[in-house]
Structure formats: C-alpha cells, structure tokens
C-alpha cells in the first residue's frame, strides 16, 4: 500500500519501527526544547490515562461510598453476583464465536475478490458499516430483527420459505369450546366419542380471531340427523355479543365453511375425508356401518409463520453477534486482502502448476502466508470484542439487557446508573484491563525485538 | 523454477469460460452485497415512512406504494432543538477532539524521533503500553475530578477523546517521521533552524498524509462514540447519546431514531468517499487502540 | 448548562426578593382589592401548555384579590432549583411539587411555612381526608394537593368488549372472566408495555394496594417491611394468573418487548391487537391523539377491580402547592388554589383532574376526564406511586432495581421466590438499609 503508514496493523507496531531510531550527535539531554516538545501531551497522557489507571485500581479495592478499606470484596462481588457472571458468560460466547468467525469471513472473501474484476465494489459495500456508528448500525439491526413477518425483514423472508413449506390453516389458534369433548391429536382434534351413521357430530370452535372466517360463512344450524349418514357441524361456538350457551347451536353463530373433517375408523385410518359447507355443516354417506372417530386434521389450524424473536431472551446475544460480524467483516476482508495483495503471485501460481486444486494452493499456500496477518486481525478483534458495549445496548431492548449484557456494559450500568457503585465498577474495569495486557506486552515485546 | 515460462506454455481460456466457472463466486457476492446493503437501505426507507406504519407493514412494502414516503420525519427532527442540537454538539465534540491530539503528539513525535534525551526508549515503551489501555479504566476516575471542577459537558467529552488519542497518534507519527531522511533535517539544523522552527515549517507539512489518516479516523471515532458521550455530555449530549435516550420507546419513536440514525451517517460515509485512501489506513493502524 | 439555569434562577430569586421587600414597605394601594399591588412569585415544572393554562388559574387569582401572581418555570429538576434558591435564601413565595417525597424532605429540613388555619380548615371541607394527611408531615399541615393523577384507570376498546358481550368488571374474579370471555371471542384480551419496567411497578402497586391494603402499602413505600413478605408474594400470585400467555397479546415475551405507547396503540386498530390496556389517566391523550380514537364510542375506562372487596382505591400522582414565605399574597394563593373556582379554570381547559370535593364535575370537557376526576374524589384510599417515592435507584431507573426485577419476574411468573429476593437484595442496596 502507500509508503506512509503500514496496512497491516500488526497489533499496533509497524514492522519498521524495528529500524534503530536515528542518533543525534548530540549527547542525550533534557532541555526546555525537549520539555516543549514533550509536556502537552505528557500532561494529557498523565491526567487522564496514567493517574486513572492507578486511581482506578486504588478504587476497586474500597467500598461504594468510597470511604473504607474492602480488599478484594468488589472482586468478590463481580464473580460471584448473577448479573455480572452472566455479561462474563456472554463474553465467552462472544470471544468464541466472533473473532473466529470474521477472521474466518474475512480469509473467504479476501481470497475470493481475488477472482472478480468489481472487487472495490464488494470490499466498499463491506467497508461501509466501519465507517459508521455502531449505535446506528445497532438501528439498522433492530429494525431488521423486528419480530413480526409483517415488519421484519428478517423474519419475512424466513415466513415466505417456512409458510411456503407448511401451509397455514384457515383457523389458527382455534380450540375446541368444550375441551371436555374433544381432544388434541398433534395440533389438530378429534372428538373423544365414536360416531355411526345416522348420529350427528358437533364442534364448536373458539379463540381464533373473527377475521379467520371466510367471508362466504353463513349462521350456523343445527342439522338434522340422515339415516346411513354421519353428519355434523363445525361452527363458531361464541355468539357475538355474548348470551350463547357453550355446546349449542345458538341463533347468529357462524358456521366455518372450508374447514377439513375426516372420518378415521378404530385402526386410524381415514375412511372418508370433505370439507364443510358456508353454514358449516359436513355428511358422510357411502358409509359400511361400523363405528368411526371424527377428526379435524392439524392442517385446519396450522399457524402462519409467527417470527422468530431474535430479541428475546434467548437468541439476543446470537442476534447481537451477528450484526457484530455484519459490521466487521469488511475490517477483516480489506486487512487481509492488503496481505494478499503483497503475497508472491509465483508462489501460487507455481503451486498451481505443480498440479494442485484450488482447495490444495488454499489450504498448503495461501493459508500460511496469511497467518501472522490472519493472528494479527484475530488479536484485533478479541481486544474489541472484551469491550463491546454500543451494539448491545442499541439493539437489546430494555427488558432483555440482563440478557444480553456484556462486562463493558454491566461496568457502564453499574457505575454510572441506579445506585453508582464506583467500587464494584473499578473492579470490572481493572478485570477488563488485565485481559488486555496480554496484547500489551505482545506490542512491548515486538518493539524491542525490533528496535534491538 | 521458471514459473513464468510455464505459464506461458499453459493454455489460456477464453474469458467465457473463466466467467462460467466463477459463477458459484459471483452468486456468492451477489447474495453477499444484497446482505450488506439491504440493512442500510432498511433504514433509509424507515426513516422516511410515518412512524403509524412502521408496527403495521415491513418497509419494503414502500417500494409498491411510494405514497407512504415523505420527508417529514426529517421536518420533524429539525422542528425540535434536540436533535438537531446534538448535530451541532458532535461537530463541536468531535473537531477539538481532533484538533487537539494533533498538535500533542505531532509535537511528541518528533521528539521521540528527533531528539535525544536520557529515559526516550522507556517514555516511548511507556507510550506503547498506554495505547492499549481500555478507555473504561479511566472513567471513573476523570467522572470523579469532572465532578469537582464541572466545566461544560462538550469540554469533558472531547478533552477525554482528546487524551486517549495522544498514545496511538504519537506512535503513528512517529512511524511516519522514521521515514523522512534524516539529512533533511541535519540540513536545516546546519542552516541554523532551531527545532520549532524545523517542525512547523519543514515536518508538519511533510507529515500529511500521516496527519490526514489520522485525522480522519479520529474523527469518525470521535462523532461515532457513544459510550464517553454517555457518562460526560450532561445536556449537551452527542447524537450518539441523543438517539440513544430517543431508543427507550422504539416502536414508537422509530421516526425520530431512523431519521436521525440516518443523518449521523452521511458526516461518517462522505468522509469515507472523500479520503478512502487515508480513512482505510488510519482505521487499520487504529483499530487497537482503547 | 444546570450551572447556568440555577445561576438565572439565583438572580431570579434576588430580584424577586428585593422587589418583594419593596413591596412590603410600601403603603397599601388606593384599591377595592384587598392585595392590590402586591406580589407573588409561584414556581412548578409546567411549561408549554400546562404552563399557559396554570396561568389562566393566576390571571383569575389576581382578578379577584389584586395581587400579581408570577409563574417561574423550573423544568424538571425542580429539587435542584428549589434547593439553590432556598440555599441562597430566596425561595419563591409559593412551588408546585411534583413528588410527595419532596414535600416531606423540604419539610423536615424546616423550608416549608405551615399553612394557616384558614387554608387548613378549607382543605378539610373540600376534600376526602387522605389528601389532607398526604399533605402533613408531623402533625404539621404543609401542601394543598391542587392537581392530581389517576393511575388506577384501566382502558378497553368498546366495540371488543360489545364483540365479546362484557361489561367491564368490578372485582379481580370478575375480570378474570372477562378476560377469558374476551380470549375465547377471538380477541387477546390484555396489552402490557412490559419492555418499560415502570407499567409493570404500576400493575403491582395497584394489587398491592387492594391486596395488602394501605398500611402495608406504606410500609413496603418505606421499606419498612421486606419485599420476601408474604403480602408481596401474594400479590405476585394475584398478577402471575392474570398474566398467562394465552391472554396476552404476543404471550409474556411478546409483552417484554412492547412499549408502553405501543402497548397503549394495540388496542387500536380494527380487529385490535388486544382489547385491554392498563395504565394512568394520561393514556387517554395516546387514544384519541396517535391512536385516533373517539372517547365513548371507540374507548373508555374501568376503574382497576377491587380485590376481596378492597374499598374504591386510586393509586396516582399529585401536585402539591406549599409555601416557603409568609407573604401575604402567598398565603392568600395557597388557599385560592384550594378552592374549587382555582380547579374548574384548568379543569375545563383539559389534562387535568382535581381530588377537590366541591369542583363541578360539569366543567370536565369530556366524560372520560370527568369520571377519572370522580374516582380521584370518590377514592376512600389514595396512595402515590410507590415506585416514585422509592429512591430512583430502585424505582426509577430503567434497567436496575424494581423495574428490572419485575421484568425478570415477568419472564417466569412463577418463580416468585426468586423474583422477591432479589427484589429485596436491590431495595436494601437502595435504601440502604
């Protein structure tokens, strides 16, 4: 890339920095040139990084009044308070999935934009959402997990497959008015008494919405019982406005026109099958005598796809994490892409002709060459995924924070709102540090290895 | 090996066939790009849908009944002060935030590159260490002495940025000025510019393009914070912070949280068109930082 | 920024002070009215509308006695403002308190003038005893309750109800019917904005008050007693078998991620999303405004059933008039304002209610805000928000104590012992007790 600053940011240190730093003549002195030069931003970095690290530490081991000694009690209190475990928890999940799956996302589309000619289209696309807040990125998320198929887009396109796979039924979420007469079978009924022919069957439906009925319905009717048949009435079994008696036919119930009735014999098989009519009524003729189960099959009362609730309680943190690689994905493709573009095209091409598939230069070649850059993004993306806190708290609603809370988020929440407990938030903060020291004296180690 | 003459004896396919063979990779990118735009023009759309609809029909329906798009959610947004304050607060937030590490650690760089002093190594050890620390560790303390000093929100916010900067650009500077040739500098020293003078008219303008990266990136880090902008702005919050305080009733206020989502990211994405080249590698060299 | 207001409300004050000395030297103005010439400075929250209509009140005020009677706005943080004023030593004659808990801090700290006997003995005859006892504080008589809130109003879309053949219910038994007549028309029967932890503070706080009754109402606002009592347990029992999935719209989950003005608009619409909303007086303004709705004929109210035959109860908010000065256009306000002339002005402006016995229910411009004032005055109990008067750590804050507590709670009804200890570990931590 340019010859000003390093693509890769190899955990912070450039590589060149391993150059020894230029010596002045001059024997090393402090001078007021060097005290100019060096105290504003001293002072910056004194006030407002070095004096908080120490107060901080100093302050998680006193209490929330900040007045008495505690030990270690505010650590006590992170480990082992509910909510706090529970943002810990949800880091792991977030430090496992996360790194690995952009890092991963990110060698895939890297190497192959290598094939296409509108590869600065694609990477552009996928850079865009680095360039933006990540509370705006959490909007732009919360409006796509929006629950209901009608709303969100998410779940629309899921309810266009899974509505396209199970065909709703007319009447969803309807249920018998006299449980005691019927009973479920999967998700359709089937009346608990036998029938023969000439006896007449009645199921009286509620809880489903009046919308469901189709506008060709009629008022229901008691039918009347036909020697050498069986038939029956399925009808709305709540008369509007009240004053119905539950099991009868009252006058202005309606009946529910297309509803599937079958008659299954004592083995279970279906020995006869038709649909009801406008008032809801239903016969079966051509019967052998014998004794047969009424059953409304379960494609009657199938639901529409209802939508998945990405922000509920148990699938937020996965939700969450997946607008996070939506965001990071471009990071990892244009850093390891920079790498890519650097690497030998002989070696791989040489690769190529030696014989090797596709897969095999990957996998033997590519693969190799790429992994410090690969460690680099990887350590990169730990360090931002520990100190996660704008997206969860966009995208989560109110009520699932407990949920979906991570330790940066809990120290926000803990210090700085409801009660403001600055001991157990040190305590958190100085936690959130010691994970990144790691990556502290990596850098350390690097530039003196380099400047040796 | 000779690769190259090999690869002169390979075959060449025509383009056709090479095309047909990637179509599983441009149907790939072509889901891919749906993927990654769709959310955004989600967004976009919402924002210019009246708030009724949004608990009734999904967005994309605006494309078969245009009707439902007007601009008055973004008339709304500026008939009140609070947003539209907020855009103001940023761009008040985010330039000194920029500014001002600028300044502190061109000056710095330069004497960690340029000067000699006993103890440079260890401050500059010191320096590498500190780009790491995790801006949560220095909340508590500073909300502590702001709340005995109390200037006004938008001095704590950016003095805050401002500070946390100072590590990462110093190290990115000094980076850059390893790169100027040293003669250069000798030079001048000979000519009898003293080192001030050597800074501002001889390095500083050298040092654009490691200015300009930077810069940028700050920037954008700045105006797109939420967090710092939380625990300090007071009443004078950022758009950040302003959309967040909108977000306790979603449903109900997506009018005002899209809109207003939607224009914070035009100052992030124009700048993102304009200096491509730089933002990509100021956000490379800065994605560590705390 | 709250540097700057409290600095112009410091000025305010001192201006209005030396102003107010003058005043008093002077000699008594050649009027029929009594005050002629005097001066009186009232602060409150209000601003906008409620502002200008409170202005009205004091156009009124000073038409009758000759004094005038100037309005200071505070925002919300009236406590603060109050409390700089009152440490520089120049309170405004009269404020307007939003929350009782103020009342009795500024109280106790010894701010406030106890009110005379001729204000006292007005309050006596206009209103129900309870308002009387939320306004002494040691035996002291300190604030006239001027406006007050119902927030024991539960809201119902008509034509779902008539669908359904209900009527509204008057005891919890009751509802529970009604709410499974109205499942089984088709229609979910209850709307919950459980995403905002405060609408689920209210629904317990009404139980609460029926169920445990007001004594333990105050004590559990006090802390005084555990939130592991058996009384919150019970209440929890009570609220656990009227929230069942199958009765709410969206089930529980649904319920935790709905809004309150969302859950307010769900029972809108033509089939509605439910039939049945609770919360305060002020959804009435979301019905007829984003809702369009028509009062009567597309909505109305219940009040919130009684429980075991509990006595009508309102459980609400109210603001409070008292006085730091002895100014005796003050004094005079004061008992203006408890006067039912004082209440119908705004009364009849709208978005307002009063607990004043003699008010003219006539003058309420719809019937809606007219029965909402009658169950404030009819109230033989009334308690304020428990929640408000709890500190904001375990009342008001969203995301931490109560709040999040009872949406946890929401999450498994059930699990109730679980749900009343950490109740109790927040409000310790809270209360610091």
Same mark, same amino acid.
């Given at each position: 890339m340019s010859t000003t600053v390093s693509a890769a940011p190899a955990a912070g240190v450039d590589e060149r920095l391993g150059r020894a730093a230029q010596a002045p003549r001059q024997e090393p002195k402090w001078n007021l040139t060097t005290v100019g030069f060096l105290l504003p931003a001293g002072l910056f970095v004194g006030l407002f990084i070095v004096y908080p690290v120490i107060a901080t530490v100093i302050r998680s081991f006193f209490n929330r009044a900040g007045d008495s000694f505690v030990g270690f009690g505010n650590y006590g209190q992170v480990f082992s308070d509910g909510r706090t475990l529970h943002a810990l928890q949800n880091n792991i999940i977030w430090v496992v999935i996360f790194p690995a799956a952009v890092t991963g996302l990110g060698v895939l589309f890297a190497v192959l934009l290598?094939?296409? $000619?509108y590869r600065l289209l694609i990477r552009t696309l996928l850079f865009m959402p680095m360039a933006v807040s990540l509370l705006a990125s959490g909007v732009i998320w919360r409006i796509m997990y929006q629950q209901s198929p009608d709303t969100g887009a998410l779940n629309a396109v899921i309810a266009s497959v899974a509505n396209a796979i199970t065909h709703p039924g007319h009447y969803t979420g309807a249920a018998p008015s006299q449980p005691d007469l019927v009973q479920a079978v999967g998700d359709g009924y089937q009346l608990n008494q036998s029938l023969a022919p000439g006896d007449v069957a009645h199921v009286g439906l509620i809880r489903f919405p009046v919308a469901e009925i189709p506008a060709s319905a009629r008022p229901a009717q008691d039918p009347a019982p036909q020697p050498g048949k069986i038939v029956g009435v399925v009808w709305r079994d709540f008369k509007p406005g009240g004053g119905g008696q539950v099991g009868q036919v009252d006058p202005g119930e309606s009946g529910l026109p297309d509803m599937t009735v079958q008659l299954v014999d004592p083995k279970g098989v279906v020995a006869a099958q038709t649909q009801s009519d406008a008032t809801g009524d239903f016969a079966f003729g051509n019967l052998n005598g014998g004794s047969y189960f009424l059953v409304l099959p379960a494609q009657n009362f199938? $639901? $529409?796809?209802?939508?998945?609730?990405?922000?509920?309680s148990s699938l937020v943190t996965p939700a969450i994490i997946l607008a996070a690689i939506w965001v990071w994905v471009g990071f990892a493709t244009v850093t390891i892409g920079a790498g890519l573009a650097t690497m030998s095209r002989d070696l791989l091409e040489a690769a190529r002709v030696d014989g090797a598939t596709e897969w095999q230069v990957f996998r033997r070649v590519t693969v190799p060459l790429l992994s410090p850059l690969m460690i680099v993004v990887f350590i990169t993306l730990v360090i931002n995924v520990l100190k996660i806190f704008d997206l969860v708290l966009a995208i989560a609603p109110q009520s699932v924070i407990p949920d979906a809370n991570v330790i940066a988020l809990q120290l926000f929440l803990v210090a700085f709102t409801g009660l403001g407990d600055f001991g157990i938030g040190s305590a958190i903060a100085v936690f959130l540090f010691l994970l990144v020291i790691p990556v502290m004296g990596f850098n350390i180690r690097r530039f003196r290895g380099g400047e040796a | 090996m000779g690769t190259r003459a090999l690869e002169i004896v390979r075959p060449r396919r025509p383009t056709w066939v090479r095309l047909a063979e990637n179509v599983p990779i441009h149907v790939f990118f072509i889901v891919a790009g749906i993927l990654w735009a769709i959310p955004a023009i989600g967004l976009l759309v919402t924002s210019l849908r009246p708030v009724d609809l949004f608990n009734v029909s999904g967005w994309w329906t605006a494309f078969g009944a245009p009707h439902q798009l007007s601009l008055a959610n973004y008339h709304s947004l500026f008939a009140s002060s609070l947003i539209a304050g907020s855009f103001v607060n940023s761009v008040l937030i985010a330039v000194p935030a920029t500014v001002i590490p600028v300044v502190l650690a061109t000056m710095a760089a330069y004497a960690f590159t340029w000067l000699n002093f006993p103890g440079r190594t260890a401050l500059f050890l010191l320096l590498i260490a500190l780009m790491v620390v995790p801006l949560q560790m220095a909340l508590i303390p500073i909300a502590q002495v702001y709340a005995v000093f109390g200037p006004p929100g938008i001095v704590r916010v950016f003095l805050f940025h401002a500070a946390f900067a100072v590590p990462y650009a110093t190290f990115l500077f000094r980076n850059f000025f390893l790169g100027i040739p040293h003669e250069l500098l000798e030079s001048a020293r000979m000519d009898g510019a003293r080192d001030a003078r050597i800074f501002t008219s001889l390095i500083l303008p050298l040092a654009f393009p490691a200015i300009a990266s930077f810069a940028v990136f700050q920037f954008l880090w700045v105006w797109n914070d939420l967090l710092v902008g939380l625990v300090?702005?007071?009443?004078?919050?950022?758009v950040t912070v302003a959309i967040l305080q909108q977000m306790r009733n979603f449903g109900s206020s997506v009018d005002v949280i899209s809109a207003a989502s939607f224009l914070s990211l035009i100052p992030p994405l124009l700048l993102f068109f304009a200096f491509q080249r730089y933002f990509v590698q100021g956000l490379l060299a800065g994605s560590v930082k705390g | 920024m709250k540097g700057r207001s409290a600095l112009r409300a410091l000025v305010l004050g001192v201006v209005g002070a030396v102003v107010l000395t003058a005043c008093g030297t002077g000699s008594t103005t /050649?009027?029929?009215? /009594?005050?002629?010439g005097k001066k009186v400075e009232i602060a409150a929250v209000w601003s906008k509308d409620e502002q200008k209509n409170f202005e009205a009140v004091l156009a009124a005020f000073s038409d009758k006695t000759g004094a005038t009677a100037t309005f200071t706005s505070t925002g919300d943080k009236i406590g603060t403002v109050l409390g700089s004023r009152i440490a520089s030593n120049s309170p405004p004659d009269v404020a307007v308190l939003p929350q009782p808990g103020l009342l009795h801090d500024l109280a106790v700290k010894g701010s406030l003038k106890e009110l005379d006997s001729a204000t006292a003995s007005l309050v006596s005859q206009n209103y129900a005893a309870v308002w009387k006892d939320l306004g002494t504080v040691n035996g002291k008589f300190y604030g006239v309750f001027y406006k007050a809130a119902n927030k024991s109003t539960v809201w119902y879309n008509v034509k779902a109800f008539g669908q359904a053949g209900v009527t509204p219910p008057k005891s919890i038994d009751d509802a529970t019917r009604v709410l499974t007549t109205l499942a089984a028309s088709g229609v979910k029967p209850l709307s919950i904005g459980g995403a905002d932890g405060w609408t689920l503070t209210d629904w317990f706080e009404n139980v609460y008050l029926r169920l445990a009754g007001p004594d333990k109402y105050d004590a559990l606002t006090k802390h005084t007693?555990?939130?592991?009592d058996d009384s919150v347990k019970a209440t929890l029992r009570v609220l656990a078998a009227l929230f069942q999935d199958q009765l709410i719209a969206g089930g529980r989950s649904g319920a935790l991620q709905t809004d309150f003005p969302t859950s307010v608009s769900n029972i809108a619409g033509n089939p509605p999303k439910a039939a049945i909303v609770y919360e305060g007086d002020f959804v009435e303004g979301i019905l007829t405004g984003t809702a369009h709705m028509t009062p009567i004929t597309d909505f109305n109210f219940f009040p919130f059933p009684d429980i075991n035959g509990s006595p009508p109860s309102v459980m609400g908010g109210g603001d409070v008039v008292v006085r730091f000065t002895d100014n005796p256009a003050a004094v005079e306000l004061v008992k203006y304002l408890a006067s039912p002339e004082a209440a119908q002005i705004w009364a009849a402006k709208g978005g307002f209610s009063s607990a004043n016995k003699k008010v003219d229910l006539s003058v309420y411009p719809d019937p809606i805000a007219k029965a909402s004032a009658q169950a404030l005055v009819n109230a033989q109990v009334f308690r304020f928000d428990m929640s408000d008067q709890a500190p904001a750590a375990f009342g008001g804050t969203t995301g931490s104590g109560e709040w999040a507590d009872l949406q946890a709670w929401l999450k498994a009804p059930n699990n109730i012992d679980a749900a009343t200890a950490q109740l109790e570990k927040d409000a310790a931590a809270a209360y610091g007790s």
């Open positions: 290598e094939r296409v $000619p199938h $639901p $529409p796809f209802g939508g998945v609730q990405w922000l509920g | 300090f702005a007071g009443n004078t919050p950022p | /050649p009027s029929g009215k /009594p005050l002629a007693i555990k939130w592991t």
